[in-house]
């Protein structure tokens, strides 16, 4: 099952202009993770952002996390046409008592961007 | 630094075949995950092995199944297959699979099961 959701499901824009994401999930999680994925690629890794932390940048993106309303939102500042890509959000929830440690990433749908020149 | 190797790439098998997917993380990686993409369910967690053990298994049937080595590459494999398995399946590497540790992924094998 899909513990994020994540809004709009698409995004057109021109290049130059800001471009906003948005990530909502369910549980309580000990980290959350965005990835770009460009058409029939693998997963590349963004940003991660702990539960702790409330705001991260890299580079053009900005990533900010408010556990009190279980979302998370990725910003990228003066996009480009090489943006244009699917942008998921993943969340690492804490472990539960039947589960043993290890990593398990639970993805949102994603957003596809499209950035044109 | 090498990244995550996933061979093959591309792959046609025919329904009730089997298939093994092959997995190289990054080095020093320890824990390596497997994920299945598709259009209908997304992404979804196969399972996750640290040295060589099973740590997590996702809500998948028995016909998927996988194993780490001892130099932690790994390998996937789906017996039986069905149209339904045809997918994009990820795999990613981390370097103890603890939470906080960035998982890093692959290109991934596209499977069509026709």
């Known amino acids: 099952s899909q513990q994020g959701e994540e809004d709009p499901q698409a995004l057109s824009i021109q290049e130059g202009e800001n471009a906003t994401m948005n990530c909502s999930y369910k549980?309580?999680?000990?980290?959350l993770q965005w990835y770009r994925q460009n058409s029939g690629r693998g997963l590349v890794h963004l940003i991660l952002?702990?539960?702790?932390?409330r705001e991260k940048h890299s580079g053009r993106l900005r990533v900010t996390l408010d556990t009190s309303k279980k979302s998370s939102s990725l910003l990228i500042t003066a996009s480009r046409a090489a943006d244009t890509a699917s942008y998921f959000c993943?969340?690492?929830?804490?472990?539960?008592?039947?589960?043993?440690?290890?990593?398990?990433?639970?993805f949102g749908e994603g957003t596809q961007l499209t950035v044109n020149p | 630094k090498a990244g995550v190797t996933q061979t093959p790439r591309y792959l046609i098998k025919t329904r009730g075949q089997q298939v093994t997917l092959s997995c190289s993380p990054i080095?020093?990686?320890?824990?390596v995950s497997w994920y299945q993409q598709t259009p209908g369910q997304g992404l979804q967690f196969l399972f996750e092995?640290?040295?060589?053990?099973?740590?997590n298994k996702g809500n998948f049937p028995g016909r998927f199944s996988g194993r780490q080595f001892s130099n932690s590459r790994s390998e996937m494999n789906v017996s039986t297959l069905e149209l339904g398995d045809s997918a994009l399946y990820l795999c990613?590497?981390?370097?103890?699979?603890?939470?906080?540790?960035?998982?890093?992924f692959g290109e991934g094998s596209w499977l069509t099961v026709v």
């Open positions: 990613a590497s981390s370097l103890r699979g603890y939470s906080g540790n960035t998982i890093y």
């Open positions: 549980t309580s999680i000990n980290n």
């Open positions: 952002i702990r539960s702790n932390e």
């Open positions: 993943a969340t690492d929830a804490p472990f539960s008592l039947w589960e043993t440690s290890g990593s398990r990433l639970t």
């Open positions: 080095s020093g990686h320890r824990s």
């Open positions: 092995y640290f040295s060589e053990t099973q740590r």
